[in-house]
């Protein structure tokens, strides 16, 4: 039951007891919670904020990891949005890794494949085709031959579609498959063809040490 107001006492008065300088010690938590709130969008976030990275910059000597001992060099300054650098032990499983600079983005997926090197093209330009759906999307020249500088040879064919062009580069090394697509912006391939090439080649595989 309520207590009465006294006579005379306005509806918002409180007691002595419950003051402190004035203010209603009720209020205090309320006021504490909302100074923390404001705190953590003001102060707190901005700082996790600015210290996520969107990738890892590749500096020179990195090896990004494909798991199960291949490895590829990648070209430095560029980031490494998905993947991992080579720790000194590459793990078992099989991973994907994707490199970028420039809007142009270099993605290697490894996966057991029993294949030729062709099969493995024709398996990879079938399941890019289903997932792109683009009907404007063409192959361009025939398919070539090309070898890693540790002798492991591969096939690599160039592609366009709209508003976009790209490489697609494949191996099979002891049972596994090495998919490489590159894709950037019209025309922008030519000026980091060279870095390209160079990551293309680098890929290593178990058989060559490649967990240095």
């Given at each position: ?7 005379g006492?306005?509806?918002d008065w ?16 309320p ?10 969008f003001r102060?707190?976030?901005?700082v996790?904020?600015?210290s ?9 000597g ?9 490895t ?9 949005s ?11 499983s099989?991973l ?10 270099v ?21 890019r085709?289903a997932y792109t ?6 192959y361009?020249?025939?398919?070539a ?7 492991d040879v ?21 049972g ?21 090439s ?9 058989d ?5």
């Amino acid at each position: 039951m309520a207590t009465p107001m006294a006579p005379g006492r306005p509806p918002d008065w409180v007691p002595v007891e419950r003051r402190w300088l004035g203010i209603d010690r009720r209020t205090f938590a309320p006021a504490l919670a909302a100074i923390m709130v404001i705190f953590v969008f003001r102060g707190v976030l901005p700082v996790v904020d600015s210290s996520v990275s969107d990738g890892y910059e590749i500096k020179a000597g990195d090896v990004v990891d494909l798991g199960a001992g291949f490895t590829m060099l990648p070209a430095e300054g560029w980031t490494l949005s998905n993947g991992q650098v080579a720790s000194g032990q590459a793990p078992a499983s099989h991973l994907s890794a994707a490199l970028t600079n420039a809007g142009i983005e270099v993605s290697v997926t490894t996966g057991p494949f029993t294949g030729t090197p062709a099969e493995l093209l024709d398996h990879v330009k079938r399941i890019r085709d289903a997932y792109t759906k683009n009907e404007n999307q063409k192959y361009l020249g025939d398919a070539a031959t090309t070898t890693t500088e540790h002798g492991d040879v591969g096939i690599v064919q160039q592609f366009s579609a709209v508003n976009i062009e790209g490489v697609l580069a494949v191996f099979v090394i002891d049972g596994v498959g090495v998919d490489i697509v590159v894709t950037g912006p019209p025309g922008s391939l030519a000026a980091h063809d060279d870095e390209i090439s160079d990551m293309i080649a680098s890929v290593r595989g178990n058989d060559s040490g490649a967990a240095q």
